[in-house]
């Protein structure tokens, strides 16, 4: 019988093919007669060579002990977060839903202005400076639940009741607001009747942008319209699919440049610069943080055919997947794979590190990120002896990703611009025969995450949640 430390030295180690479900960052201490499956790969994982995984606050081992990772469709609505939350001062503590509240937190979250930038937001507070024994001489709660405090050493605090109530969320109701969950509707071949679609007049107008991201978040992705009133002028169009990009953020620079404008005649030595077919992948799989969106415009396409757009949504076959076979997505979610962009003179992309092709939020075990991209794929982290695991996981999710019923072909044209979220939607297309001229942009994924929070939740209700 092997020792409990032994034991829970195997659990650390077992990086790969760890229980189901359990997210990256646990150490689940599993009593040593349910080990049976982590003894077995413990003889594997001593020739992985793996982080060490520590957790060292024990409320986070067994919150996150709980979550099963996964696609989530639901969220909290902002609206119903910490409804009926009790808050009070006991004894000069200050008590959330019964749970005491530490003074240097309250004290650290202090919004007055001595404490945190008026016009910035920065704090100005110097943390490590407050005294360890720093107590409460006097504190209140108000009608709107905010707390007056004042402290030992003479300094007074508010702290708003939106920010206290936040304390009493799990990890998964934090994340609504500050990883700007919403609603997530996976589709199939069936969006091509009612695919998500704005106006760029209404855009223009003001009330559109927020649409707009409302829908990408939603969806994955959202045309946007130019009235055919305004003309199909090329320059116009080019500048058009400009400003309405730059109003979600900047556009991001990379290897291929900025604003992209691109036919079949590599400029850049990719297959995208080519008339050849490319099969749903998503872009980027080669920087560690892969543009968050991406959008094409259609400028002309003339003496010939082909060129059929392809959109799928990664996150519906990543749940197709797990339903279907739960090894495999673990194994997709657990293997780091490496990938590069080493078609252009002295360059050869690679991410710092290897990523897998399913990425998970620890604290909350939603899928966060799809990377895939099977031509740009390098160096998979398993041993040769068990590298095939990998391929017959990757195999599945491929024949997922094929399945007629999950792929949406499209035409694109002139006057519509296609967004779509590259940490979810996989694009691609068919081959083509004539001079086919698209046009297009990466936005980073925080910078359209700013927009889309802000859009939904205000700036108000973002910063009311910074605390936490
Ligand atoms: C979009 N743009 C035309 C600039 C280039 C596309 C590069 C495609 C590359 N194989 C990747 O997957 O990232
Ligand atoms: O030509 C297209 O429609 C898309 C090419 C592509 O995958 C890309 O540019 O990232
Ligand atoms: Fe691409």
Same mark, same amino acid.
């Given at each position: 019988?092997?020792?409990?430390?032994?034991?829970?030295?195997?659990?650390?180690?077992?990086?790969?093919?760890?229980?189901?479900?359990?997210?990256? @960052?646990?150490?689940?201490?599993?009593?040593? @007669?349910?080990?049976?499956?982590?003894?077995?790969?413990?003889?594997?994982?001593?020739?992985? *060579?793996?982080?060490?995984?520590?957790?060292?606050? *024990?409320?986070?081992?067994?919150?996150?002990?709980? $979550?099963?990772?996964?696609?989530?469709?639901?969220?909290?609505?902002?609206?119903?977060?910490?409804?009926?939350?009790?808050?009070?001062?006991?004894?000069?503590?200050?008590?959330?839903?019964?749970?005491?509240?530490?003074?240097?937190?309250?004290?650290?979250?202090?919004?007055?202005?001595?404490?945190?930038?008026?016009?910035?937001?920065?704090?100005?507070?110097?943390?490590?400076?407050? *005294?360890?024994?720093?107590?409460?001489?006097?504190?209140?709660?108000?009608?709107?639940?905010?707390?007056?405090?004042?402290?030992?050493?003479?300094?007074?605090?508010?702290?708003?009741?939106?920010?206290?109530?936040?304390?009493?969320?799990?990890?998964?109701?934090?994340?609504?607001?500050?990883?700007?969950?919403?609603?997530?509707?996976?589709?199939?071949?069936?969006?091509?009747?009612?695919?998500?679609?704005?106006?760029?007049?209404?855009?223009?107008?003001?009330?559109?942008?927020?649409?707009?991201?409302?829908?990408?978040?939603?969806?994955?992705?959202?045309?946007?319209?130019?009235?055919?009133?305004?003309?199909?002028?090329?320059?116009?169009?080019?500048?058009?699919?400009?400003?309405?990009?730059?109003?979600?953020?900047?556009?991001?620079?990379?290897?291929?440049?900025?604003?992209?404008?691109?036919?079949?005649?590599?400029?850049?030595?990719?297959?995208?610069?080519?008339?050849?077919? $490319?099969?749903?992948?998503?872009?980027?799989?080669?920087?560690?943080? *892969?543009?968050?969106?991406?959008?094409?415009?259609?400028?002309?396409?003339?003496?010939?055919?082909?060129?059929?757009?392809?959109?799928?949504?990664?996150?519906?076959?990543?749940?197709?997947?797990?339903?279907?076979?739960?090894?495999?997505?673990?194994?997709?979610?657990?293997?780091?794979?490496?990938?590069?962009?080493?078609?252009?003179?002295?360059?050869?992309?690679?991410?710092?590190?290897?990523?897998?092709?399913?990425?998970?939020?620890?604290?909350?075990?939603?899928?966060?990120?799809?990377?895939?991209?099977?031509?740009?794929?390098?160096?998979?982290? $398993?041993?040769?002896?068990?590298?095939?695991?990998?391929?017959?996981?990757?195999?599945?999710?491929?024949?997922?990703?094929?399945?007629?019923?999950?792929?949406?072909?499209?035409?694109?044209?002139?006057?519509?611009?296609?967004?779509?979220?590259?940490?979810?939607?996989?694009?691609?297309?068919?081959?083509?025969?004539?001079?086919?001229?698209?046009?297009?942009?990466?936005?980073?994924?925080?910078?359209?995450?700013?927009?889309?929070?802000?859009?939904?939740?205000?700036?108000?209700?973002? $910063?009311?949640?910074?605390?936490?």
């Amino acid at each position: 019988m092997r020792s409990m430390v032994a034991a829970r030295r195997a659990v650390r180690q077992s990086n790969f093919l760890r229980p189901t479900n359990q997210a990256l @960052s646990t150490t689940t201490i599993a009593p040593v @007669s349910s080990c049976t499956q982590l003894r077995r790969v413990s003889d594997v994982s001593k020739r992985i *060579p793996l982080p060490r995984v520590t957790s060292a606050v *024990p409320n986070a081992k067994r919150q996150f002990a709980t $979550l099963e990772r996964g696609v989530r469709e639901d969220v909290i609505l902002a609206d119903n977060l910490y409804q009926n939350v009790d808050i009070k001062v006991t004894n000069n503590h200050v008590q959330v839903d019964g749970k005491e509240v530490p003074n240097i937190w309250l004290r650290d979250n202090c919004q007055c202005h001595e404490c945190i930038h008026e016009a910035t937001r920065q704090r100005l507070l110097d943390t490590f400076n407050i *005294p360890k024994d720093l107590a409460i001489d006097s504190a209140e709660v108000g009608t709107d639940q905010s707390v007056n405090i004042t402290w030992n050493d003479g300094h007074q605090s508010v702290l708003p009741g939106s920010l206290l109530r936040s304390v009493a969320g799990d990890a998964e109701s934090r994340s609504t607001i500050r990883q700007g969950l919403t609603k997530t509707s996976l589709w199939d071949s069936t969006i091509s009747k009612n695919p998500p679609l704005v106006s760029a007049a209404d855009i223009n107008q003001g009330t559109g942008l927020e649409d707009l991201v409302i829908k990408i978040r939603e969806h994955g992705f959202c045309y946007v319209e130019i009235p055919s009133s305004d003309g199909r002028d090329p320059d116009f169009l080019l500048q058009t699919t400009q400003d309405v990009l730059k109003k979600i953020a900047f556009i991001r620079e990379t290897h291929y440049g900025g604003f992209y404008d691109f036919t079949a005649d590599l400029a850049s030595a990719d297959t995208a610069y080519t008339n050849i077919a $490319l099969e749903a992948h998503t872009d980027n799989t080669y920087f560690s943080d *892969p543009a968050g969106l991406q959008a094409f415009h259609l400028i002309s396409h003339t003496d010939g055919e082909g060129g059929a757009s392809l959109l799928v949504d990664g996150f519906k076959a990543a749940a197709d997947l797990q339903k279907q076979d739960p090894k495999a997505y673990d194994i997709l979610s657990d293997v780091n794979v490496y990938a590069h962009a080493s078609g252009n003179d002295g360059i050869s992309i690679q991410p710092y590190r290897g990523f897998p092709v399913l990425e998970h939020d620890p604290a909350t075990g939603r899928l966060l990120r799809v990377r895939w991209n099977s031509s740009d794929r390098a160096g998979i982290e $398993l041993p040769i002896e068990r590298v095939e695991e990998w391929y017959d996981a990757a195999r599945k999710f491929n024949d997922l990703l094929k399945l007629k019923e999950n792929e949406y072909w499209e035409q694109l044209v002139p006057g519509r611009i296609l967004i779509f979220d590259n940490w979810r939607v996989m694009h691609g297309r068919s081959s083509f025969t004539g001079k086919r001229r698209i046009c297009g942009a990466y936005i980073n994924r925080d910078d359209w995450l700013s927009r889309f929070k802000i859009a939904r939740f205000g700036q108000d209700g973002v $910063l009311k949640e910074l605390g936490v």
